[in-house]
């Protein structure tokens, strides 16, 4: 295992279950989540600079350009919260953004411990974000078919109100996929010659998921 924090990075496809399984993640190893897109979707609310930018590729589908992403990160990563060690979700997402982060972490005397590649097949991805409803509150993920909440609307874990997000449609799904296989699939081969990917299949349960999850990543600690 690398040395420094345990680093953990998801690559997967909209929908793929990123952060769901990275929640679980949080729950059970101690590690800090670190969502991009929850901290994109914050700043669009609060206005301030980086939402103002980041607003109009979002709801597009379309990733935001590196040079925001490259000064979120080195903001997010310097803090304090993530010194036990952090699960990215959704970062990197081009070849750009992973060299940099290697650069970041390389800096700050750490790496990265595993990239855990979900694999989904495109088909059942549309069905997986049209039925997602978020918790703007804590990053919690539910669905109204295969993870609904004990009480509707509401969430689980922190009680807020579920929300729908603006990008979650049919159409804007097919542009964030062409995305991914455009942009951020060929990360993989990059992080495959490190050795340090391991695939699981994302089509399971999502219980049978962070069943594997945990095989990759052993005992928290
Ligand atoms: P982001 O928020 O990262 O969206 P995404 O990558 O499109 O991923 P999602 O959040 O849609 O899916 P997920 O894989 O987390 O799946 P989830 O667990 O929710 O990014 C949004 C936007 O921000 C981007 O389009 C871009 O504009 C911008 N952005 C963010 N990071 C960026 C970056 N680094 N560079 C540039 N731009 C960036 O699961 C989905 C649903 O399926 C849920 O309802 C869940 O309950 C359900 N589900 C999960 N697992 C399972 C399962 N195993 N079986 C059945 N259902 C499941």
């Not at 952090?86 to 081009?94: E, I, M, S």
């Not at 922190?158 to 729908?164: N, R, T």
Request: a neutral charge; proline letters at 6%.
């Amino acid at each position: 295992m690398a040395a420094g924090p345990r680093n953990i990075v998801f690559v997967g496809a909209p929908g793929s279950g990123k952060g769901t399984q990275a929640v679980k993640i949080e729950e059970r190893f101690g590690l800090r989540q670190l969502s991009t897109g929850d901290i994109l979707r914050q700043a669009v609310k609060d206005q301030t600079p980086l939402g103002v930018e980041a607003k109009g590729y979002m709801n597009a589908g379309k990733l935001v350009p590196d040079a925001l992403m490259l000064g979120l990160i080195e903001d997010q990563l310097t803090k304090p919260a993530y010194a036990k060690g952090v699960v990215l979700d959704g970062f990197p997402r081009t070849m750009l953004q992973a060299e940099a982060l290697d650069a970041l972490l390389s800096k700050l005397g750490w790496s990265i411990s595993a990239v855990i590649v979900l694999d989904v097949p495109d088909e059942v991805l549309a069905e997986r974000i049209t039925g997602r409803r978020s918790c703007p509150q804590c990053g919690n993920v539910h669905h109204v078919k295969f993870s609904p909440p004990k009480v509707a609307g509401v969430c689980d874990r922190c009680g807020a109100a579920l929300v729908q997000r603006p990008d979650d449609t049919e159409e804007k799904v097919r542009v964030r996929q062409a995305a991914f296989h455009s942009q951020t699939q060929e990360i993989i081969p990059y992080y495959e010659k490190k050795g340090i990917v391991h695939h699981v299949d994302g089509l399971l349960a999502p219980d049978e998921v962070f069943a594997r999850v945990e095989n990759v990543l052993g005992r928290p600690g």
